[in-house]
């Protein structure tokens, strides 16, 4: 008796590994379209950017000369660096503007929060298009509210598209003003997560709201201050349609980032081996933070 | 709404008053924060929702009022004009209905895709699942848009070029989806799968009757996001489509935009209408949305 019940108890572990076919089975399907759409396009990627391959016909492999130019070519570094500038600009501007937000919402002293959730959520909902479109009818030059605003105080019109860096600020201000409603849920949930018994101790000890935000909630939600910071920028490097709809990149070419200048030199003209190459740029970016955020993760876990 | 509706029961009796007056009696310093907090609170809200406004109002003008100063807020001489010249101009009924159709079977497809993987991957343990799970974390280090020409020559070796199967294939895979699947099955007991075992359920039945009803709070929040990301998507069905009646709302205002003299009241009135439909489902669904568990990276 008693060792068929130890039998069974051991059993549990055991039977565990035994079920292969329905995991397999489960799994099936993901396993196709991962490796269909994630890992051949990544292999054969790797591949077309050591050549010179044009989407059609034959191609050569010409060694690491589409590296070797991607780095001689300006273009390519206005994009990088453009891309870049969009980056530091953009995370700390949302960081700042969602944290503020989540805190007004969870604050108990703020009336109609729920309702106000829903206004800085609904920009999130619009499609980067519609976001570009709308901020362009706010300010477009001769005939945006913006300026005219401005103009009836008094004020010159603002050259907001066809000044490079006033172009990019309106992509900033309307990236930052869609993603703060996603933003704010992440930080909403990790306010709430801080133990209330610190706010009560620190009110004890005469701690004024300011004080406590800063020496309570910041450190508390400091693991998701992090992974909101590297989303974000994984989210800045990749972005494309907002441009395109608020100015085409513009004025001229001065706001193309790095996924229009893969999309211009990779279908517009056909470079599709050099494209590839910038596309691995790209990606050794993109590893490079996500990477950090591994790290750190494990880092935060660890502690 | 739930800060608001808390005193209610409280101040039903003869006191209603003095339970309203006692937070303001208690201290004037909370009531300060209290107005400062609502205050602020409020101004940035209104920031944030008068672009909105400012669009969806502007979209109400007739096509000639809309550059003519003074600009007022409100339409002076509201007019669905815009709307029905976008929605009989260029096809955009045609990309609507396109859209939606893409949109449902990817939806529905990465719903029950990603609560498959999940569910293999919380409940079983094998090496094989810790290997595709770190695959599908790769993933998210490599998103779509890093990988534009390899991915379109690989759709289109395959033969889906100018289909909408080209569009919907790819984006059925998100680490999203598997992630929030296998953090919901992690919290399900294993004795009910065990139980069911023991009772001579066999593994796939186990899954179909009590784990996928079992679920159905996670499937919402993930076909919601799934929903959103497909209709707002731009750049992949750009590359994909060739054929004009193919094409999907987003392309179809992007064309308005790029137009040598943009016609702004069609524009306006296309852009509301595509808003309509992802505005509608959350305010319905608000709940699954805003208090989803979305920690764990959300992006497509």
Redo the contacts between chains.
Sequence with gaps: MTKSASAVAASPPRRRSKYTLAPLVLIAANVVLFSLFFVWPAVIGLVYSFTNYTGVGAFQFIGLDNYHNLFGDSTFYDALTRTLLYAVLFVPLNFAVSLLAANLVVSKNAKGSSVARVIFFIPWLLSPIVVGVLWRWMFGENFGLVNYIIEKFGGDAVPWQSNADLSLLVVVMAAAWTWTGFTMLLFIAAIKNVPVSYYEAASLDGAGPWRQFFSITLPSIAPTSFIVILLNTINAMKEYPVFVALNNGGPGTSNNLLVQYIYDTGFKRGQIGYASAASFVLMLILMAVAIVQLIVNRRVENR | ????DIPRPVAKGPGRAASKNRPRGANTG?LR??V???T???I??CL??F??L??VL?SFKPSSD??S???TLVPHNPTLSGFKAAWDSANFSQYFINTALVCVITTILTVG??C??G???AK???R??KA?FL??L??????G???????????RN?GLYNSFAGII??A??TATG?FMFRQFFLTVPDELV?AARIDGAR??SI?LRIMVPLSRPIMLTLAILSF?WR?????WPL?MLNDPNKFTV?IG??SI??AQNIN?SV??GA?VI??IP??VI??VF?RY??S????A???D
């Design positions: 709404m739930t800060t608001t909370g924060q209290a400062s907090a609502t602020l609170l409020w940035m809200a944030y929702g672009p909105v400012w669009f502007s809309l550059f100063y003074p600009l895709v990603s498959c993987t569910y293999a991957l079983y343990d094998n094989w699942l595709f695959c599908i790769a993933t998210t280090m490599l998103p848009e890093v990988m534009l020409a390899p991915e379109f020559l690989v759709v395959l294939l790819p059925v895979l598997c065990e593994e796939l899954f959103q209709w707002n998507d731009y750049i590359l987003q205002i992007q935009v790029g702004w524009l306006l852009s595509s808003m992802l505005i959350f305010l608000q949305v805003m989803a568990d979305i920690n990276g959300l992006k």
